[in-house]
T-cell receptor, first 113, second 113 residues
Framework: GNSVTQMEGPVTLSEEAFLTINCTYTATGYPSLFWYVQYPGEGLQLLLK?????DKGSNKGFEATYRKETTSFHLEKGSVQVSDSAVYFC????????????FGTGTRLLVSP | DADVTQTPRNRITKTGKRIMLECSQTKGHDRMYWYRQDPGLGLRLIYYSFDVKDINKGEISDGYSVSRQAQAKFSLSLESAIPNQTALYFC????????????FGQGTRLTVV
């Protein structure tokens, strides 16, 4: 079945550091890929997405590129801020069949001033 | 008003009690989901529904049941709560195609004592 593997956290960075959170997936066909963010005490909200190979999703300075050859969708940001501290979830959704949204285990990011 | 509303937000209940978590959405989407979030395990799918007459078990449905009362309402029941059902529960909704975003409620924190 479909699955998502992302790096364990927490990831601890100083403000303005470069961020990478790795995400790889296993899926049949050509899934859509997502990054969701969960701020403390809140539900998940979409950060960015890509629906086909080589697409780059971007939002709020975050980027991720859909790499079919390496089955990856790594999240990057050039300069993190304290306000980026949150839990980040990689997810995929099959474009066929029941289209269940499958999540990784989440990576907590802690950014210090 | 929020797109997805969950009630209650917090609940403490005793082992063996029946409890219902409610979810309503104003997005007009046909697909609704219940997830459970546990530390280190990410989000796991309990049940999902593609319309009022179509309800499907997710990966961890044992001990849970659901009811899709209307397109906009999807409730989750624990028939006889047990302590290992203590978790954060999220309801989500999305439109029909694979690349579309899921919208989440703010979560219900359930504690079974």
């Amino acid at each position: 079945g479909n699955s998502v593997t992302q790096m364990e956290g927490p990831v601890t960075l100083s403000e303005e550091a470069f961020l990478t959170i790795n995400c790889t997936y296993t899926a049949t066909g050509y899934p859509s890929l997502f990054w969701y963010v969960q701020y403390p005490g809140e539900g998940l909200q979409l950060l960015l997405k890509a629906t086909k190979a080589d697409d780059k999703g971007s939002n709020k300075g975050f980027e991720a590129t859909y790499r079919k050859e390496t089955t990856s969708f790594h999240l990057e940001k050039g300069s993190v801020q304290v306000s980026d501290s949150a839990v980040y979830f990689c997810a995929l959704n099959s474009n066929t069949g029941f289209q269940k949204l499958v999540f990784g285990t989440g990576t907590r990011l802690l950014v210090s001033p | 008003d929020a797109d997805v509303t969950q009630t209650p937000r917090n609940r403490i209940t005793k082992t063996g009690k029946r409890i219902m978590l409610e979810c309503s959405q104003t997005k007009g989407h046909d697909r609704m989901y219940w997830y459970r979030q546990d530390p280190g395990l990410g989000l796991r799918l309990i049940y999902y529904s593609f319309d009022v007459k179509d309800i499907n078990k997710g990966e961890i449905s044992d001990g849970y049941s659901v009811s899709r009362q209307a397109q906009a309402k999807f409730s989750l029941s624990l028939e006889s709560a047990i302590p290992n059902q203590t978790a954060l529960y999220f309801c989500a909704t999305r439109a029909g195609t694979g690349g579309t975003e899921a919208f989440f409620g703010q979560g219900t924190r359930l504690t079974v004592v």
